[in-house]
């Protein structure tokens, strides 16, 4: 709980400093903040408390996913910083990341239906602004747009969905609905059903999984590098959490019946990333679709709840996650160049050589190559799903994921080819430095030991 | 004690880190002072391990730091473990390592890639530290494989040589085979007894009736793995080829630690090896092949460091015999005493190569006593301990396997004792022809002959001590003295002295050793006659015929199994590649591409950009999940 106030103290700070015209304040507050917020995730850990009449419910799922999420904001802010201070509005920016933040927690802690549909406004609302916030770029503002009608929509669906349990069984509780699901387990109304398949639709728009993803490469894409990085992960974690929190805490009875929507999804998903991901020549587009294709991966453990669900969704999420943001340190400097392209890669290996090995192997991990963290990731999802009895699915996510190592690859080879007709200069600063190294090595120290993760819950 | 554990290997391994990140950054003074002082820690905190071992039989130091990986019933921990047997091993490791780090500083001083050289070998220190040190089997491979990959990088340390990259592929490429045993072996340990902690891999074991088949299979492929390692019948020619490598790299990794980590893991796993029927015989019969035919064919050895390469492998061999006949203590104490005799031969012949200018062929040396007296001195003195005279280590040490052997099996004792002639003959002949005579390099290199600095003739002097009188820890019980090491490694080996104790009479053990004393002596005389009295010197290449060439020949192995094995693989491999790989493989992996390649472009079309197209195409998707749902 102090996790949330602690990081909506931020985004206030941050607007007060705007007034009075301390600017310089935000970062180290912001650092400040999230460290606390981090520590206090900590300090939550077992004490289960549950706030403002059961609306919230901090309890160690909560825990770990909140203090996964603000380290990865951590690193995420020192990777935008330079990029948030560019331009006019380096308060507000920062204000609606942490306010996006805020809503993300909500979203991994929530134990009401209404502080869930709350916590993906929160962090929504406030992302169709940032993914906007380059406004001179026509782009950036396409995205924004495309994002908000969009998002609009899946919200609405969710919405719909929510409705209509609240219609079943009259009430908003997580404990209450599991508890009429589990006394009316056979004779559960067509409206119950439905409602619960529109939540899933209205959560797998916002952890971009197929056949709901369409808007994913075009915002990715327009908007600013760093907000796609903030997308592609942050929002993919939370989400993943809130479906989680969802379908364990309310519907856990009735998994036999939603089990088919996500093997539909995931397999969708999967497929429908990685190939589209070897046909792009834009780095950005094609990591929007190797999100999708993760989004895939990462619903494979939820096709039976068990121990091993949770723990390996936060290390396929944590695999991921770091990953990712290290290599949206080097997009980063790519969109200063105004070329994304995958080709102006060429000769990157020639004048950065230890950062080509950093980047190949955070791709690598990517990819899913041993010893690196994104193998144990995939490891245990694969393994959470062989155990529910899935092995076809398993054989589907194993050939996806190979067409998956091309595409990694090509980027790789593209680093590692001579210099092309174009000599772009990478110019990195020390955050994207610090960011890069950190992210290789946490990477690193998942992949040796994933114990880290999978032995905490 | 406990808490120092970690200390051992981490120390190294630190000394690898700063040599290997800072590179030729770090002062050449200083990187190999780095590397030398992280082993002497390691080194004095192994005696302070052993110093409080000494009191309590059966105690033992477990440190676990923290579970490594947790799997279905699979628990792996990340723990040291130290008993007796580990402690010996650690002094060897830290002690014999030290003094040839010491020496190496002086050895490699001309060499541009002094710190890589150190880098390398405190990174195999460290491995070989886990290789002892780990207390499942699992940790015992990762330093296993780690000690394989450093041989690899160390014998290869001059790669713009072709050859001796060849032989560091060889040498590579053989301990995968045996890894491979090593692998199999660990696979069915863990199915059989469902753990791969010694403590309950053993205890578990103890109640097994003896002779079941799991364990001679899993003991089987466990030897399998010391084959290659330990470089026995059939794994042994990468050995004589690794002496590309720098002289202190032969010294320590191919004579004193690297290649008896097969005896450790055999001594280590000394339980599951007593209760299995064949496998004892097995390896008795392998160890006893391999020390005539390498004690054969050092014979006829030109290469000085070749016949001592030669002599490591028969040396093995005796330890093997020596397991082999459940003498595990004596196997172990062979191991100590050889790594002073041979670290000390090795590092002596490294003076002498340094001292020529890098030629290594006896038949251009001779009268070199008198320019390198420190050198011929205890090069002499290593040569008395290998022969097994009293009263230098390695009669000890090989007096007990012999008497151990033959209270088994008196025709393996005779032909284990030729073994041993054969030693002192092969040994005796390079002793003489390098330091007797007259020298016969050319005249550039008598100018150039000088006595090496004190950083190696320190190790030489240090090691030739322990040559002397290293044997006096384990005294033949005829002498009515406490045999310290034999007392000392008791615990260890406990369960398996308890099901073979055959003993000879102290009659019979004096005949023997008189008699094999006598037949060195011959041999000896027979060798001073030939080398010195008439001055023989070994004859050119081309001039040697019958025996004598096949024996030169190396009984001609490389060629057999390059007839053998290599030639019918690279067939095999060659229509592999010409059907499977460019048939079958290329056109489905160019398939698949194109299928993928298409798909993309279909689904490509639905990709418009248009965001009513999107929330058409959301809306179809969630009409098409309602009635996959609720209508089919």
């Not at chain 1, 944590?318 to 060429?346: C, H, Q, R, T």
Request: hydrophobic letters at 55%; glycine letters at 8%; charged letters at 10%.
């Amino acid at each position: 709980m102090n996790t949330l106030i602690a990081i909506a103290g931020i985004g206030i700070v941050a607007m007060i400093a705007d007034i009075l015209r301390i600017r310089k304040i935000i970062f180290p507050v912001a650092m400040a903040g999230l460290a606390i917020a981090a520590f206090t995730a900590v300090s939550d850990w077992n004490t289960n408390t549950r706030y403002f009449n059961d609306m919230m419910f901090f309890d160690n799922y909560a825990a770990a996913f909140s203090l996964l999420i603000v380290v990865i904001a951590i690193i995420w802010f020192v990777m935008a910083v330079p990029d948030l201070k560019t331009g006019n509005h380096y308060s507000d920016k920062s204000a609606l990341v942490a306010f996006s933040l805020a809503g993300s927690v909500v979203m991994v802690s929530f134990s009401n239906l209404a502080m869930l549909f709350l916590g993906i406004e929160i962090l929504s609302v406030s992302l169709y602004v940032l993914a906007a916030s380059n406004k001179n770029n026509l782009l950036s503002n396409e995205a924004g747009f495309k994002y908000f009608i969009m998002g609009a929509f899946a919200t609405g669906i969710f919405l719909f969905g929510v409705a209509l349990i609240y219609g079943a069984c009259g009430t908003f509780n997580l404990q209450e609905i599991n508890a009429f699901v589990a006394t009316n387990k056979s004779d559960l109304s067509g409206q119950m059903y439905t409602g619960v398949l529109l939540m899933i639709i209205g959560l797998s728009f916002k952890i971009a999984a197929a056949p709901f993803h369409f808007w994913a490469p075009d915002v990715y894409e327009g908007s600013p590098t760093t907000i796609t990085a903030f997308m592609s992960t942050i929002v993919k974690v939370a989400a993943f959490g809130a479906l989680y929190r969802l379908m364990a805490g309310c519907f856990s009875q009735i998994n036999e019946w939603w089990t088919t929507v996500f093997i539909i999804l995931s397999v969708v998903s999967m497929l429908v990333g990685n190939i589209m991901a070897t046909r792009q020549s834009s780095f950005k587009r094609l990591l929007a679709f190797s999100s999708i294709s993760h989004a895939g991966y990462m619903l494979l453990p939820l096709l039976t709840l068990s121990d091993l669900t949770g723990t390996s969704l936060l290390l396929y999420g944590a695999a991921y996650a770091f990953a990712s943001i290290g290599i949206f340190s080097l997009v980063s400097v790519m969109s200063e160049n105004d070329d994304e392209s995958i080709d102006s890669l060429n000769g990157f290996a020639k004048s950065h050589p230890i950062k080509a090995i950093l980047f190949s192997v955070l791709l690598l991990s990517l990819a899913g190559i041993p010893p690196l963290a994104g193998f144990m990731g995939k490891y245990y999802a694969f393994y959470a799903a062989l155990k529910s009895g899935n092995t076809s699915i398993v054989l589907i996510a194993i050939i996806s994921s190979l067409i998956g190592v091309y595409y990694y690859l090509q980027v790789i080879i593209a680093m590692y080819k001579p210099t092309g007709h174009t000599s772009a200069s990478f110019r990195f600063t020390i955050y994207q430095n610090i960011v890069l190294w950190t992210c290789f090595l946490i990477t690193l120290i998942l992949g040796i030991f994933p114990q880290l993760i999978i032995g905490w819950l | 004690m406990e808490s120092l554990l970690w200390i051992i290997p981490v120390l190294p391994f630190i000394g690898f880190l700063i040599n290997g990140i800072f590179g030729n950054k770090v002062p050449r003074s200083l990187s190999g002072i780095i590397a030398s002082v992280a082993v002497l820690g390691g080194f004095i905190v192994s005696l302070l391990l052993f110093i409080s071992l000494l009191g309590d039989e059966n105690l033992s130091f477990t440190s676990k730091y923290f579970t490594w990986f947790h799997v279905g019933d699979l628990k792996l921990d990340m723990a040291f473990m130290v008993d007796r047997l580990t402690s010996v091993m650690l002094l060897v490791i830290t002690g014999v390592g030290f003094l040839i780090h010491v020496y190496s500083i002086g050895y490699m001083h001309d060499d541009k890639d002094y710190s890589r050289f150190f880098a390398y070998l405190n990174l195999f220190v460290f491995f070989m530290l886990l290789l002892v040190m780990g207390s499942n089997y699992v940790l015992m491979f990762v330093g296993w494989e780690g000690v394989g990959l450093c041989s690899y990088l160390l014998i290869g340390f001059w790669f713009t040589n072709n050859n001796f990259n060849d032989a560091a592929k060889k040498a590579f490429i053989m301990n995968r085979i045996g890894d491979l045993g090593f692998l199999l072996g660990m696979f069915l340990i863990y199915q059989t007894f469902g753990s791969l902690n010694f403590d309950e891999v053993h205890s578990n074991a103890m109640t097994y009736a003896y002779g079941q088949p799991v364990l001679t299979t899993i003991t089987l492929l466990l030897f399998v793995g010391a084959m290659g390692k330990s470089a026995q019948i059939p794994l042994f020619t990468w050995l004589p080829d690794a002496m590309a490598g720098p002289t202190p790299v032969s010294a320590l990794i191919h004579a004193a630690t690297m290649v008896t980590a097969g005896i450790y893991m055999i001594v280590r796993a000394n339980v599951l090896f007593t209760l299995s029927v064949f496998t004892p015989e097995f390896i008795a019969v392998i160890g006893l092949l391999t020390a005539l035919l390498a004690a054969f064919i050092g014979l006829k050895q030109n290469d000085i460091k070749k016949v001592l390469a030669y002599s490591t492998v028969s040396q093995l061999g005796f330890m093997f015999v020596a397991l082999g006949v459940g003498a595990y203590t004596t196997a172990l104490f062979h191991v100590v005493t050889h790594a002073f005799f041979k670290g000390l031969l090795f590092l002596c012949a490294g003076s002498v190569i340094h001292a020529m200018g890098g030629e290594q062929d006896i038949r251009k040396m001779g009268g070199l006593s008198a320019k390198l007296p420190v050198t011929h001195l205890t090069f002499l003195i290593g040569t008395l301990a290998i022969a097994g005279l009293p009263p230098f280590a390695g009669f000890f040490s090989k007096d007990e396997i012999l008497v151990k052997v033959f209270a088994s099996s008196p025709w393996m004792y005779g032909a284990l004792a030729l073994a041993s002639v054969l030693t002192a003959i092969y040994m005796f002949r390079l002793y003489f022809v390098t330091f007797k005579g007259q020298f016969r390099g050319s005249h550039h290199q008598e100018e150039h002959l000088h006595e090496s600095p004190p950083s190696m003739t320190f190790p030489l002097i240090v090691l030739a001590i322990l040559s002397a009188l290293g044997g006096f820890i384990g005294i033949p019980e005829i002498f009515h003295a406490p045999n310290l090491i034999s007392e000392y490694l008791a615990p260890v080996t406990h369960f398996s002295s308890s099901y073979s104790a055959r003993a000879v009479s102290h009659e019979t053990e004096i005949i023997l050793l008189v008699s094999t004393l006598l037949f060195l002596l011959v041999a000896i005389w027979f060798v001073y006659n030939k080398y010195v009295k008439r001055q023989a010197i070994p004859e050119p290449d081309e001039d040697i015929a019958g025996f004598g060439k096949t024996l030169a020949g190396k009984f001609y192995v490389d060629e057999i199994y390059t007839y053998l094995i290599e030639k019918p693989l690279n067939a095999i491999s060659g229509l592999g590649y010409k059907f499977i790989e460019t048939g079958l493989i290329k056109g489905v992996v160019d398939g698949t591409a194109q299928v993928v390649g298409a798909l993309g472009l279909g689904i490509r079309t639905i990709q418009t950009g248009k965001t009513g197209t999107y929330l058409f195409a959301m809306v179809i998707a969630l009409i098409a999940f309602m009635v996959i749902k609720f209508m089919i």
